[in-house]
């Protein structure tokens, strides 16, 4: 299995429609975060968490919020979908070393607003 | 704002030879620089980590350098093969920050 679940892998949702991403991780890490890629941008934070009490907002968070359920879930939501929230969402865990230490990405999300 | 800045966004090389990437960086002093190899369609991994004061890192067939002078990482697959055809991120973290800020990557391309 994965050490890092999103689902859906693929979705399409129309503009104004709330819509939930998920994401689960077996790493055993307190740390999550929320990325978007889009063409020729590269991968964008929107939001990270350290542990279930702790949530901060990442460049681009406008549009976003999320949820951390439990150290090993961490979900992304979408209150209002608009088109140019099309892209490719990731999620991923890393250790407590911050940018000494790896970071483990999962599968990512398409998600296509219409 | 830092900006991160790869070297061109396609390479193609031949099999054999080897792929040199280019990743640049400006307003930023970061005290950790990775490498991501990104395959179509699917999650970033990990390849490299490279510290400040760290002047080269090896795994392989892979090669990372970190110049803080002149603000550049080099990133080196010798005996390149088809396989190693990918999107190669890179990725700067300083030290006690959050999150790591990435580059928009480089696609390369190993013709057999």
């Known amino acids: 299995d994965a050490d890092v679940t999103q689902t859906p892998r693929n979705r399409i949702t129309k503009t104004g429609k709330r819509i939930m991403l998920e994401c689960s991780q077996t790493k055993g890490h307190d740390r999550m975060y929320w990325y978007r890629q889009d063409p020729g941008l590269g991968l964008r934070l929107i939001y990270y968490?350290?542990?279930?009490?702790?949530?901060n907002k990442g460049e681009i968070s406008d549009g976003y919020s999320v949820s951390r359920q439990a150290q090993a879930k961490f979900s992304l939501s979408l209150e209002s979908a608009i088109p140019n929230q099309t892209a490719l969402y990731f999620c991923?865990?890393?250790?407590?070393?911050?940018?000494?230490?790896?970071?483990?990405f999962g599968q990512g999300t398409r998600l296509t607003v219409v | 704002s830092q900006k991160i800045e790869q070297n061109s966004e396609a390479l193609n090389i031949q099999e054999g030879k080897t792929a040199t990437l280019t990743c640049n960086y400006t307003?930023?002093?970061?005290?950790?620089l990775q490498w991501y190899r990104q395959d179509p369609g699917r999650g970033p991994v990990f390849l490299l980590l490279i510290r400040e004061n760290e002047k080269e890192k090896r795994k392989e067939r892979l090669k990372v350098t970190f110049d803080t002078t002149l603000k550049q990482s080099l990133f080196h697959i010798t005996a390149s093969q088809p396989a190693d055809s990918a999107t190669y991120l890179c990725a700067l973290s300083s030290s006690g920050a959050n999150n790591l800020f990435f580059g928009t990557g480089t696609r390369l391309t190993v013709i057999p």
């Open positions: 991923a865990t890393s250790g407590p070393k911050g940018g000494d230490t790896e970071a483990f």
């Open positions: 307003n930023y002093s970061p005290a950790y």
């Open positions: 968490s350290f542990d279930v009490k702790d949530i």
